[in-house]
């Protein structure tokens, strides 16, 4: 069964940091992209970043690039994004989401329009504070 579950959300102030952890079971990040969408009510989901080790691929959202770092830990299997100098708008809930396939990243995580990834977290709340 594959599960992915979020941690490291929170209030932060702008300017601040926060760092999510995802961490995957029931697959390898070996074989899936694996990555970050966030929404806030009344909108889509947007995708935000994308790490494949598999197509050796990295994807972040305009909004976000010089701004949030993702990684990967293969032998834990979990991914993190590190959020640096946050802003209000940056508030929202915070889905990991993976999915298998030839350049998944950019298939799956790239806009906020379908198709979207197979596999979600529950979410988790950023809120950053002004």
């Known amino acids: 069964e594959v599960q992915l579950v979020e941690s490291g959300g929170g209030l932060v102030q702008a300017g601040g940091s926060l760092r999510l952890s995802c961490e995957a079971s029931?697959?390898?990040?070996?074989?899936?992209?694996i990555g970050w969408f966030r929404q806030v009510p009344g909108k889509l989901r947007e995708g935000v970043s994308c790490?494949?080790?598999?197509?050796?691929?990295?994807f972040y959202d305009d909004s976000v690039k010089g701004r949030f770092t993702i990684s990967s830990d293969n032998a834990k299997n979990t991914v993190y994004l590190q959020m640096d100098s946050l802003k209000p708008e940056d508030t929202a809930v915070y889905y990991c989401?993976?999915?298998?396939?030839?350049?998944?990243?950019?298939?799956?995580?790239?806009?906020?329009?379908?198709?979207?990834?197979?596999?979600w977290g529950q979410g988790i709340q950023v809120t950053v504070s002004s």
């Open positions: 790490i494949s080790s598999r197509d050796a691929v990295t």
């Open positions: 989401a993976a999915d298998s396939g030839d350049l998944a990243c950019l298939t799956h995580f790239e806009g906020a329009l379908p198709p979207y990834p197979s596999y």
């Open positions: 029931g697959f390898s990040l070996d074989d899936y992209a």
